[in-house]
């Protein structure tokens, strides 16, 4: 019986959990937790014991599975009550959880498990909803709870999270069983019950009835009026002044360590970003906890005018960074101990542009969209405690006592490794086969944000579906010849990831024709597309390099033709001559920059090719007497190794070349032919 009950309180927990976690209303991404408790017996005894399943750090509430559950004994976990030392070393009842564990245990427990194990309830949720930190915010929000909940639902003044906190939400609801939760000042609240559905109810009772009254009672315009300088700028013009403000704060984001960006221009931004408060609420900061580790403690205005040149732009930007970067110094010296972690680093997470919008940064993509998520949230709270209060987060010392927590610092030394690609963005042309498409994969596969840049944008973007979300790679459509598409998709790239930090030059065609056969026509389709077509994107992206002043890696796949005169190739071996000749010319020119140019000299890719599958292999086979089926063959017989080239090996050549193994090469080329002594460089 009790592996029935235990089953259906986890079905239950799991299925309130994603509930709950699929709406931004009720709480950010990963933020909050929600626990069940139930019976189950114990394999080693046969007894029945109670248990509590609660979800573990770091999961998400939307997306929770099982496995994501951390599983303990619950009268262990409140036996620790009887050892617990007080708060000033609460900290060292997070590694007693551990000796609470069921079985495995499940997921890591979490910084709340105390509260949903200690409170008297079968059903517990905590949650981050803008309107409930919204009331939690409010400078009278002890008032404000009482008014609009009555005695249903208790006000707990701000403390850290942890065993403490669960013991005072524990003592409430015992001296108040009319209760259904609590409104925790400047974090979320908490709501409980008898089953799993009722638990839900409270929840989102408390949500909604929070959302009903700042509706009805708050003020019209609570960031008070609309700066008209501050208008938000046609929604086209935002995106390119997007682009164009990519690279730059990219480099200012990433002074200290490399960043990834993300841009939002959603109508909640805008407005906040053209009101009146702005720069006061800013200045404030967030105050949940969530919030504000992902975001920092306050965001970075760029108090520049929409209208005002990208040079203007640029010297305000670095004038406002620096002194960012010294109120962060100055704030984590006032606040940090002997013991404290060392600073992580003074660059702002979210940069503020009005009439622009939002740009954010994390480690990879992903976290940089999260953070504008969660700034958001910020805004929406800030927006409800002004509507029928006035704002007031948490204090900067207990801001700091979260960001610089040991817990905190212990969880981002568990983070995995980063990859060897890691923060950086490339873009790949010629991305949605062949040889293109094995780089991108690759570079996924390394830790890169890919942009998959190809003339069948449909088919660029499938590519980038299987590589992962938009969180990973983006299909742009693009032909190569047109100066115009090139620049929109460098721009593409800026607005989604910040920058490019990576260009491989791949897109090619090939016509198999001996000299006088060969058209006006032909010589200019091949150099159109491979010798301009490079040209082209390596300036908009060198461009784009300087600006972020991060350095990078251009690379050009050319060929073993470039070096080999076969026959019957006039175009097409000399246009692959040309892409040789703009690695040597721009390895020196942009070397300054910290740019490295390499090519890649392939021989015989003909498995996978969409150069060889539209006609160039039947002509190449034509040329040298064999069938089109056994060219592979043929080119791997020619070689010193007698192996075949596949995409892949050009792809990893790719990945060890713009590695972080050869950071001192430039202007060289890399034969990737299974060795062909006539295309030896010399």
């Known amino acids: 019986m009790g592996g029935l009950v235990a089953t259906k309180a986890v079905a239950d927990l799991i299925s309130r959990s994603n509930r709950l976690g699929s709406d931004p209303k009720n709480t950010n991404f990963a933020g909050g937790n929600t626990s069940a408790k139930g019976q189950a017996k114990n394999p080693a005894t046969g007894t029945t014991i109670d248990l509590l399943w609660v979800k573990g750090s770091g999961g998400d509430l939307g997306t929770l599975t099982e496995s994501g559950l951390a599983v303990l004994e619950l009268d262990r976990v409140r036996a620790l009550k009887d050892i617990y030392p007080g708060v000033e070393r609460e900290d060292e009842m997070v590694h007693a959880f551990d000796y609470c564990r069921h079985g495995l245990g499940g997921a ?31 400078v009278d929000g002890t008032a404000l709870t009482e008014k609009i909940f009555g005695d249903r639902v208790l006000w707990v003044p701000w403390r850290r999270p942890g065993f403490q906190l669960g013991l005072d939400i ?19 609240i908490t709501a409980w019950g008898e089953s799993s559905a009722e638990c839900e109810k409270n929840s989102l009772w408390i949500i909604r009835t929070a959302e009903k009254y700042i509706a009805q009672h708050g003020k019209k315009n609570p960031f008070g009026k609309a700066i008209s300088a ?6 086209a013009r935002r995106k390119a002044r997007a682009a164009e403000l990519g690279p730059l704060l990219r480099d200012l984001a990433s002074t200290d360590r490399p960043m990834v960006g993300h841009f939002t221009d959603v109508p909640a931004v805008l407005e906040f970003l053209q009101s009146e408060k702005l720069a006061p609420l800013a200045k404030l900061g967030t105050s949940c906890p969530d919030h504000f580790l992902r975001t920092k403690v306050r965001p970075m205005v760029l108090d520049t005018a929409p209208s005002a040149s990208l040079e203007q732009v640029a010297q305000r930007a670095h004038a406002v960074h620096a002194r960012y970067r010294a109120e962060y110094r100055k704030y984590y010296e006032k606040f940090a101990q002997e013991d404290s972690p ?22 990879d993509k992903k976290t940089a969209r999260v953070a504008s998520e969660f700034y958001i949230n910020a805004i929406n709270v800030m927006r409800g405690a002004e509507a029928v209060s006035r704002y007031r987060p948490i204090s900067e010392r207990e801001k700091f006592r979260i960001e610089y927590w040991a817990l905190e610092e212990a969880k981002l030394q568990r983070l995995p490794k980063p990859k060897s690609h890691a923060t950086r963005v490339a873009l790949v042309t010629g991305a949605a086969s062949g040889i293109g498409k094995a780089i991108a994969t690759r570079l996924v596969a390394d830790g890169a944000h890919v942009v998959i840049a190809d003339l069948d944008a449909t088919k660029a973007q499938a590519v980038a579906a299987e590589l992962g979300s938009a969180d990973t790679a983006i299909g742009v459509g693009v032909d190569v010849r047109d100066e115009k598409a090139v620049r929109a998709a460098v721009d593409a790239a800026c607005v989604a990831f910040g920058g490019v930090d990576l260009l491989v030059n791949n897109a090619g065609v090939s016509l198999s024709k001996p000299l006088l056969e060969t058209t006006e026509a032909d010589w200019d389709f091949q150099h159109d597309i491979m010798a301009k077509g490079s040209f082209l994107f390596s300036r908009e992206v060198a461009r784009v390099m300087m600006a972020q002043g991060m350095g990078g890696d251009i690379v050009y796949i050319a060929s073993k033709n470039s070096a080999f005169a076969g026959p019957n190739n006039i175009a097409y071996s000399a246009t692959k001559a040309d892409q040789a000749y703009q690695v040597r010319l721009l390895a020196v020119e942009l070397g300054e920059h910290r740019i490295r140019v390499n090519g890649i000299n392939p021989d015989g890719v003909v498995r996978g090719s969409g150069i060889f599958a539209s006609g160039w292999g039947a002509n190449r086979a034509k040329t040298y007497g064999v069938k089109e089926e056994d060219l592979g063959s043929f080119y791997a017989q020619r070689t010193l190794l007698k192996q075949e080239v596949l995409p892949e090996h050009v792809a990893q050549a790719v990945s060890v070349l713009t590695g972080p193994d050869l950071q001192q090469t430039t202007g060289v080329h890399i034969p990737v032919d299974s060795g062909v002594a006539a295309a030896f460089l010399r």
């Open 108 to 138: 890591a427990p979490s910084i709340d498990t105390a509260m949903h194990a200690l409170v008297d309830a079968p059903h517990v949720d905590h949650l981050h909803p803008d309107s409930g930190i919204a009331i939690a915010t409010s």
């Open 170 to 188: 524990a003592a409430l609801k015992e001296k108040n069983p009319q209760s259904v939760g609590v409104v925790l000042g400047g974090h979320g």
């Open 230 to 235: 501050n208008a938000p700028i046609a929604p």
């Open 342 to 363: 060392a600073m992580r680093g003074a660059d702002p997470l979210i940069i503020l542009v009005p009439g622009v919008g939002m740009f954010s940064y994390g480690p």
